[in-house]
């Protein structure tokens, strides 16, 4: 599954710096507005502990685990729905992304200038969330005058449409769209009018570093990720025995990056199943609520079609028991069908038949 997500905000925040750091790779950080202009981008692993327990018990060649993809998006400014700094540029390599990550300075660092000369994260959050309901009234604007057309000569269109006249009222009111009171039927349709703010979002906080233990303001009732975007810079160029200590020194258990890679994971609706064998232990990524057919096609298209059965064993029984001979051996290794539901941490085989 390829799945990417947006880091956003307003210039000179430490977007790129959180994404070399992220991604270990030099994208540009400088003290300007603008410096992004091309997006760049980078595969992130999921942190999994549990990918370690399942590597002991089978002897693995290799690790393989999930990925997120992350975009360094350039920095919006007021006006970017109608243009403003790399305005459409920005919009238009949000829209192509499944979450938002949005850093807010929270950082006081008079060396780096705010572009509204201030440091106020609630209002920077509300800056960029108006922006973005207005580049989805400008949408739903555009949208609207063909869907009434298309659903006066096919009467099916007529739920996407109501659900689209909602929607606007809703946004020139200040809402966000995910936000709005839904059916699932509703939301499904609303999804296919590709708006901004049904992307689910996630805040990062860019703290100072004296400040990476404590629990930032919440924004828009959601309680941002902390992270240090200089902090974590200096982690990427240590390997994992100086990491460990200088994380240690900062009473920290784990850097606020693989928080943000799970967090990022779980607010895309994400789960893991997982292969063991002697080549590879590798971590799968799934929908939850995916049934195994669809796990398969993960692997391969192949799989999907010509599913027959999957083998599993929870996790916690598979390292229990010591792998598959133990789970075989105590009844722990299921035979499940079509519609059989994956659960987080399965360790599935599957037989199949082309």
């Known amino acids: 599954m390829s799945l990417s997500i947006g880091i956003v905000g307003l210039p ?12 270990k790779r030099a994208g540009l950080a400088a003290n300007y507005p603008f410096a992004t202009i091309e997006p760049n981008v980078g595969i992130v692993d999921v942190p999994d502990a549990r990918l370690g327990e399942l590597a002991a018990i089978v002897s693995p060649d290799r690790i393989v685990p999930a990925t997120v993809e992350f975009v360094d998006i350039a920095g ?14 920005f919009l238009a390599n949000i829209r192509e992304t499944d979450a938002i990550c949005e850093v807010v300075r929270y950082f006081s660092d008079p060396d780096v200038v705010h ?5 106020d994260p609630a209002a920077d959050a509300d800056t960029i969330m108006t922006e973005l309901i207005l580049a989805d009234i400008a949408t739903l604007d555009k949208q609207l005058p063909k869907l009434e057309k298309e659903a006066r000569r096919d009467k099916e269109l007529a739920p996407k449409l109501a659900v689209a ?6 946004l020139n ?13 509703e939301r499904a349709a609303a999804r296919e009018l590709f708006l901004l703010t049904m992307k689910p979002v996630i805040y990062v906080a860019n703290v100072d ?9 919440p924004i828009d009732g959601q309680t941002p990720i902390p992270i240090c975007a200089e902090v974590e810079a200096e982690l990427a160029e240590l390997g994992d025995e100086e990491a460990k200590d200088f994380l240690e020194s900062l009473g920290l258990e784990r850097s606020g990056l693989e928080t943000l890679a799970q967090t990022a994971y779980r607010t895309l609706g994400l789960q893991s199943y997982f292969t063991a064998g002697p080549m590879e232990v590798k971590a799968w990524t799934v929908p939850v609520g995916a049934k195994a057919p669809q796990a398969a096609g993960v692997i391969h298209s192949d799989f999907e079609r010509g599913f027959i059965k999957a083998e599993v064993a929870s ?3 598979y390292v229990e028991l010591g792998g598959e001979a133990g789970c075989r051996a105590q009844g722990k290794l299921r035979m499940e069908g079509k519609d059989y539901v994956v659960q987080d941490g399965d360790v599935m085989h599957f037989r199949f038949n082309v």
Not at 115 to 119: E, F, I, L, M, Q
């Open 173 to 185: 009111d200040g809402g966000r769209a995910a936000a709005m009171d839904m059916t699932d039927d």
């Open 209 to 217: 570093e004296d400040k990476v233990g404590e629990t930032p303001v």
């Open 12 to 23: 000179n925040v430490g977007k790129s710096t959180l994404f070399t750091a992220l991604t």
């Open 115 to 119: 572009v509204d000369g201030r440091v």
């Open 76 to 89: 919006l400014v007021k006006g970017a729905n109608a243009g403003e700094g790399l305005g459409n540029q």
């Open 315 to 317: 996790y916690e029984d």
């Open 165 to 170: 006249q909602r929607l606007l009222a809703w």
